[in-house]
């Protein structure tokens, strides 16, 4: 009793190597090979069984995104086939503008403040205004928040939809999952998402997609993010601009 308490302070292990131990010296020889046998397949089995655990288990590169990026302004230029508008403009980690002034009549950037959406149409110095939570003003602000690849990655993680798994050096892997072909659309396939992550900020600086888990990893998207001194002076649009009705 005295040498078995000794090895629970110890650790399990050792109580299970004494375990053994003793089913050695009771037993005939060939069962002593059958249990090392036993015991060294049980032991690999934990070790690969926790290897893959730990890689699994380790911090969530989204909340690591997440708590910097929710911190800070930034502005994130996009290239690649999920680019859409660029650059995009975040405030605490939620979009306030999409694009930039362009001197071209209908060219037009987004800003979103105070409970409006301002289309600012900087050719004609023009600007629209509508609510943005009701109605059409109320899809929009939807729309615009899934214009930048990250969002629905942030969204598909808090639902568990996607896991991901460290495989070193900043990138990580989602495990397999269904989601649809394109926006809207009711057909689904398997994809898979490869991410890459600033080891130091743990911004995610580049996405990848592959589809049924075979052959190359395709480009998504390309991501480069500035720091805002001044959203205020990024949401403002020159007070000489008019009015312009919606029609």
Sequence with gaps: MTSKSKYIIGGIGIVVAGVVIGVLILSPSN??????????????????????????????????FLENFNDNDYKMN???????????????????????????????????????????YAGDK???????????????????????PIDQLIKDTGDNTIV?????????????????????STQEDLIEIKILT???????????????????????AKMTYTLIDDMDEIKQFPFDFSKREIK
């Design 31 to 64: 069962t002593q090979e059958n249990v090392i046998d036993n015991v060294s397949e049980t032991t690999e089995q934990v070790v690969k069984t926790n290897i893959v655990q730990d890689k699994i288990a380790a911090e969530n590169p989204i909340n690591l």
């Design 78 to 120: 996009v290239e690649g086939v999920m680019g859409g508008v660029s650059p995009l403009y975040f405030e605490k980690g939620s979009i306030v503008r999409l694009g930039d002034p362009k001197n071209e009549p209908n060219e037009k950037y987004i800003i979103l403040k105070n409970g409006s959406i301002f289309f600012v």
């Design 126 to 148: 023009q600007f629209t205004e509508m609510s943005d939570s009701q109605g059409r003003g109320k899809t929009l602000v939807e729309s615009f928040q899934v214009a930048s």
């Design 164 to 184: 991901w798994e460290d495989t070193g050096d900043g990138h990580f892997i989602s495990q397999q999952f269904s989601a649809p072909l394109s926006l809207g």
């Design 198 to 220: 600033n080891q130091s900020t743990h911004l995610i600086d580049e996405m990848w997609i592959r589809f049924d888990g075979i052959g190359n990893w395709e480009d998504a």
